[in-house]
């Protein structure tokens, strides 16, 4: 199953990737190989079968709401590539 | 005496013994660094002036036992409070965390001490470390191959002597691989049973953190450190954690052992399959009761961890915009470029396939195609394993079809590469406990095999993979520079 270069665009617009014009023929390509590799699970007659969402049993985990230590406004920014007044800056919006 | 050389019990042995001092090993340790990780590779972040300290600080305190004063390496995924965590990604690369990952604050707690943090493929995408954004690692048997993936900078330190054990995250092969190609230990303990608080996410259905050792005996010692529940983590499993060194009694005497003849197919070469066909003949000269299985859906779990794996993958990178941490485009003069352009410039090649071949699996009027059915043929998998578990106490296959491969061998082909998972994958889509031990020497190189336990029964799989052990001699090789074997 190969992508068309629309598909790959529209994929790249979802993903958020600005991919240059070399990316997008090389995913095309690679992607299409993959997905034709996946297609063998359509062997598999699935139309009885629950899908398999937890491995464990989950349960709902719920404890009291209390306040704990944790990293301070200070640490949190000092990873962010922009800020300002103690804030994320970002380009304009509106 | 060469103590980078040794085992996390025989340091602790000295240690107890007032032989020598935590200060000792950190020095013998980067003196060992200082020679090989040149050519190894193996290191990011090398934590010096803290590790010094920590020795200097247990030392004074002068009591030990268990990993006291002991140095560990982390693959550099782990969050580290104060430390770079880069997950090898130019996304990452000035990332400091504010806080610390479960997993290595309990070692932290116990008295380890961090070394350094190791390479990977980036975010854990890759079987060579040939997908790290800063440099492959290699692999000590022969400098010309790969360690393996993705925690490959774990594996070739541990086997080179520049670290006794380190911590690293397995989603469909991540520690065996690397272990099974460095001829060393390594354990993906069940989906639950380690915490992931502070462990970059890959595919959060598939991720467990586990350990890269040089024996069983220091992997059961860790694994009960670093083992149970976390309220920080609420996939971690609120189930017993057991003494698991109390199990290694080298006993396997009426063990049910299952080999599933389909794993030693999939492109697995014969003397591989020689390999682990003799470890098995072993276990029943030991008494264990050896079978043939059939895992019939084994074909199919590959295929279906490539929707699965890239599909998650694709919505925990989403959290990297450009805002919060991480690269930014500086010169994006609207918000939309702004993610677009720090992603594409942050994210290498095979992070950006995955992050696409999900996002498309995802997309709107897929899902059902793709993830569902994934889903789907997950719970066949995993009913697999149920079945043969209903009559066995392990399942022991190979770890990978072939030994470690020459470096830039397989980085274009994209889906030989992924290939190299087609044995461990399953274990992963079905939640299991897995450990990868050295078996044999193929041509030189180390050959893993692979060891199957049911859901949180590591006792199991441990006390077997020491039972084997405690009768070759396969964990006591070591590689010299360049490759061959000094010991």
Not at chain 2, 112 to 119: S, T, V
Not at chain 2, 135 to 155: I, K, L, Q, T, Y
Request: one cysteine or more; glycine letters at 8%.
């Amino acid at each position: 199953m190969a992508l068309s270069p629309e598909e790959v665009n529209h994929v790249a617009m979802l993903a958020r990737l600005a991919l240059s014009e070399d990316e997008k023929t090389a995913f095309a390509e690679q992607l299409s190989l993959i997905l034709d590799y996946v297609e063998r699970l359509n062997e598999l007659d699935t139309g009885e079968v629950e899908p398999l969402i937890h491995i464990l049993p989950v349960f709902n985990v719920l404890r009291p709401d209390e306040a704990l230590p944790g990293s301070s406004q200070e640490e949190i920014l000092s990873n962010a590539p922009l800020v300002e007044d103690g804030q994320y800056k970002v380009p304009r919006i509106i | 005496m060469d103590l980078y050389k040794l085992t996390v019990h025989e340091l602790q042995d000295k240690l107890l013994a007032g032989e020598i001092s935590s200060e000792d090993i950190v020095k013998s340790l980067f003196s060992r660094i200082a020679v090989v990780e040149e050519k190894a590779q193996a290191f990011i972040t090398l934590c010096e002036e803290t590790a010094w300290e920590s020795a200097r600080r247990i030392d004074q305190q002068g009591e030990y036992g268990g990993i006291k004063g002991i140095p560990y390496g982390l693959k550099d995924l782990f969050c580290t409070r104060g430390i770079k965590t880069t997950c090898a990604s130019r996304m990452l690369e000035n990332f400091v965390p504010s806080y610390e990952s479960t997993a290595s604050k309990l070692l932290n707690e116990k008295g380890g001490i961090l070394l350094g943090k190791l390479n990977l493929d980036e975010f854990a995408m890759g079987s060579s470390t040939e997908q790290s954004a800063f440099f492959p690692s290699r692999n000590p048997w022969d400098w010309e191959r790969v360690p393996g993936g993705s925690s490959g900078g774990c594996a070739a330190a541990v086997a080179a002597g520049e670290i006794p054990f380190a911590l690293a995250s397995d989603t469909g092969g991540s520690i065996r691989q690397p272990a099974s190609y460095c001829g060393i230990v390594g354990l993906k303990p069940t989906y639950g049973r380690v915490s992931r608080w502070g462990v970059a996410a890959f595919a959060s259905s598939l991720d467990q953190v586990g350990i890269l050792s040089r024996n069983v005996r220091d992997c059961a010692l860790i694994l009960k450190i670093i083992a149970g529940k976390d309220l920080l983590d609420a996939s971690s499993a609120d189930i017993e954690v057991p003494d698991y060194s109390a199990f290694l009694d080298g006993e396997v005497k009426g063990m049910r052992i299952a080999y599933p003849r389909e794993y030693f197919r999939q492109g697995v070469t014969e003397s591989i399959r020689t390999a682990v066909m003799k470890a098995l003949r072993k276990f029943e000269e030991l008494g264990a009761i050896v079978e043939e299985v059939s895992l019939p859906h084994s074909e199919y779990a590959l295929p279906a961890y490539f929707i699965v794996a890239p599909a998650e993958a694709s919505t925990n990178l989403a959290r990297f915009d450009g805002v919060r941490y991480g690269w930014r485009d500086g010169e994006a003069a609207n918000v939309a470029d702004m993610f677009s352009l720090s992603r594409a410039q942050g994210f290498g090649p095979e992070v950006k396939r995955r992050i696409m071949l999900g996002t498309y699996a995802l997309s709107s009027g897929y899902y059902d195609a793709y993830y569902l059915k994934a889903m789907k043929v997950r719970r066949l998998i995993a009913a697999d394993f149920a079945e043969v578990f209903r009559d066995f106490d392990l399942i022991v296959s190979p770890t990978t079809p072939t030994t470690a491969f020459q470096l830039g061998e397989q980085i274009d082909d994209t889906l030989t590469l992924y290939m190299n998972d087609a044995l461990t994958v399953p274990v992963n889509m079905a939640g299991l406990p897995g450990i990868s031990i050295p078996c044999a020497l193929d041509d030189g190189l180390p050959v893993g095999m692979q060891l199957i336990g049911r859901a949180f029964d590591e006792a199991t799989l441990l006390k077997a993979a020491y039972a084997f052990e405690q009768n070759t001699d396969y964990h006591r090789l070591t590689p010299v520079p360049g490759g061959g074997i000094n010991e």
